[in-house]
């Protein structure tokens, strides 16, 4: 069969995207991930007293929530719904569009949040609104098809709407940070991380995590209903949450922690039955991290319930956001460091005809390691460094966070070089 | 039932079969014991050799060729091309392997490994895992999953009674 691989790669029908598509929100997402670090690192005797506003803290978690998680889920749903919906996405204009306004948006916005500058926040609202608001409609498109594997579609529907409503959220913040019209913007700002991070994020994690998992450790997927419940009390949960925070009923807010919790509960038992059963017994250094981001997800939610019934100390909440972006940072970058090399040796393999490269030969195990350590040096210096509280101990974690991440991206940076060397053509 | 498909779920169990061998494979040949050749008296790695000499003369081809001739082309006339065409090439390096591994495997269970040819063995025997593993993991995702959604329920079993019979 003589196909050139680039010339079908993209069509109507084709669930496997052109190699850079994702690529590229990967490798935007490995710099914003050095950003936020860096941000943080600038801000880091800020860190332990914060309570919302503007500042370089609120600009570095907004560079790792847009910049690495919102930038990681684009690239890594638009190349896996079409795996599980039999739908590719034939719109690469779109997707181009989608990635430049996402760049534009979130350095704009975090550079205004940084620099306590009003309309270089909304026109950085601006440009993301309509990146989420393109992604949606190719989302929705993709989804309306339904396909095979009903546990993510249903958890991409549900997440779309988290999308939906944390976009509306955040707008309304940033125009109430200049005219101060509502009543209670922190709650506002509560309502629109819990739909950030459980809702949108959460719900991406928990769907994809029903094929992925399975897929690395060779073992059956969970059941569609076991997965199916665990949204179900995930996403009551989330409402009763919204709803306490939103209409000052802390009850309510506990008790969806609470449903919340039943539903993690569910979720990761589904993936300790699936790695039970696992085939492949070596399953290398990304299901570490993944398990200790497994182990922040619960531990995120009871911080949570005990800080809507008023149990926690002056620095709970700043530990439930560290812990919660603990979960969500652990859980994406494991997937990162098992699906690029992943990726990139399936294309390889449509590009080389001859021994292209297997998956180890592009993984570089090195950096992976020493991401792994700074980011476990990270999560622990920061917690001691906001409960004690010591800015020196923060302004450390936040040093090991960013030399993990640069660790990181020179893992990417390797896992393409050396697939650009394998498909380069031989010299003569 | 594992699939919605019987054709999946018949294509499953072949690759839980491999992925069996597979980790047998690499038990033998990492680890502090695999830098000298077994014992040719072994008899785990007697019957392991019998096993991956099966596997190389045939029974992964049978699996292979199935794909290819019933398989893939449905996907293929859907527009789902690249996913067919990546595994169509991962099956020719994989039989590629084969055919190197084949003499190798088929002397050891006469002669035994000398300390030269376990190296190399060795070697192409974790090749031939790590190319397995992946490529099962492709197919595991991106194949089994659909096949309810390309065949109808009547052609589904026409296709499991196939495999079965060839």
Not at chain 1, 100 to 124: D, E, K
Not at chain 2, 61 to 74: K, Q, V, Y
Not at chain 2, 96 to 122: C, I, Y
Not at chain 2, 131 to 160: C, N, W, Y
């Amino acid at each position: 069969m003589a196909l050139a691989p680039s010339s079908f790669l993209g069509s109507a029908g084709e669930r496997l995207l052109p190699l850079f598509v994702p690529f590229r929100f990967f490798g935007a997402a490995a710099l914003f991930h050095l950003a936020a670090w860096a941000v943080l690192l600038s801000g880091a005797d800020e860190l332990a007293a914060f309570r919302g506003g503007g500042g370089p803290v609120l600009a570095a978690v907004h560079l790792m929530t847009l910049g690495v998680f919102v930038m990681t889920a684009m690239g890594a749903s638009l190349q896996l719904l079409p795996v599980a919906t039999l739908q590719g996405f034939a719109a690469p204009a779109t997707i181009n569009a989608i990635w430049w306004l996402l760049n534009a948006g979130t350095i704009c916005l975090t550079a205004g949040m940084y620099l306590s500058q009003h309309p270089v926040m909304a026109a950085g609202g601006g440009l993301l609104a309509l990146a989420i608001a393109l992604y949606l409609w190719l989302l929705l498109a993709n989804l309306r098809r339904g396909g095979a594997m009903l546990a993510v579609v249903a958890h991409g529907w549900l997440a779309a709407g988290a999308l939906v409503g944390l976009l509306g959220l955040g707008l309304i913040l940033i125009v109430n940070q200049e005219h101060g019209f509502l009543a209670n913007a922190q709650r506002g700002a509560v309502s629109h991380m819990l739909l950030a991070a459980y809702g949108f994020m959460g719900l991406l994690a928990m769907g994809f995590s029903y094929v992925l998992v399975p897929m690395f450790a060779l073992a059956p997927m969970p059941s569609v209903k076991g997965a199916l419940g665990a949204m179900f009390c995930a996403c009551a949960g989330l409402a009763l949450g919204l709803a306490g925070t939103w209409f000052n009923q802390d009850i309510w807010a506990a008790a969806g922690g609470a449903v919340g919790l039943i539903g993690v509960t569910l979720y990761l038992g589904l993936m300790v039955m699936t790695l039970r059963q696992r085939m492949r017994k070596k399953l290398g250094p990304a299901f570490i991290l993944m398990r200790l981001s497994w182990a922040l997800m619960p531990l995120s939610l009871l911080m949570g319930i005990a800080w809507a019934l008023d149990l926690l100390p002056p620095w709970g909440p700043v530990i439930f956001g560290l812990w919660l972006f603990g979960w969500l940072l652990g859980f994406l970058l494991a997937i990162l460091q098992r699906i690029v090399p992943f990726l990139a040796s399936m294309h390889a393999a449509l590009a080389v005809r001859r021994r292209p490269p297997t998956v180890t030969a592009l993984t570089a195990p090195g950096p992976l390691a020493a991401h792994l350590y700074c980011h476990c040096a990270a999560l622990v210096l920061l917690s001691a460094g906001i409960v004690w509280p010591m800015p020196l101990l923060v302004y450390l974690g936040a040093l090991a966070g960013l030399l993990g991440a640069a660790a990181f991206t020179w893992f990417f940076l390797l896992a393409v070089l050396k697939y650009r060397t394998a498909v380069a053509p031989p010299s003569a | 039932m594992y699939y919605d498909s019987q054709i999946a779920q018949v294509l499953h169990d072949e690759h839980l079969r491999i992925i069996d061998l597979m980790n047998r494979l690499e038990g033998l040949t990492t680890g502090r014991k695999a830098r000298n050749a077994p014992a040719g008296d072994d008899a785990a790695t007697t019957i392991l050799l019998a096993d991956l000499n099966a596997e190389l003369q045939g029974v992964a081809g049978h699996h292979f060729n199935f794909e290819e001739d019933n398989i893939f082309p449905a996907l293929t006339a859907i527009g789902d091309v690249a996913i067919p065409y990546m595994l169509r090439q991962e099956h020719d390096l994989l039989r590629n392997l084969s055919e190197v591994m084949l003499p190798m495997v088929q002397k050891a269970r006469g002669d035994g490994f000398t300390a030269d040819e376990w190296a190399a063995f060795r070697d192409l025997a974790l090749e031939l895992v790590e190319r397995q593993i992946t490529h099962i993991q492709k197919e595991e995702m991106g194949l089994l999953p659909v096949l309810s959604e390309v065949f109808e329920e009547q052609q589904d079993s026409e296709l499991a009674l196939l495999f079965a019979e060839a």
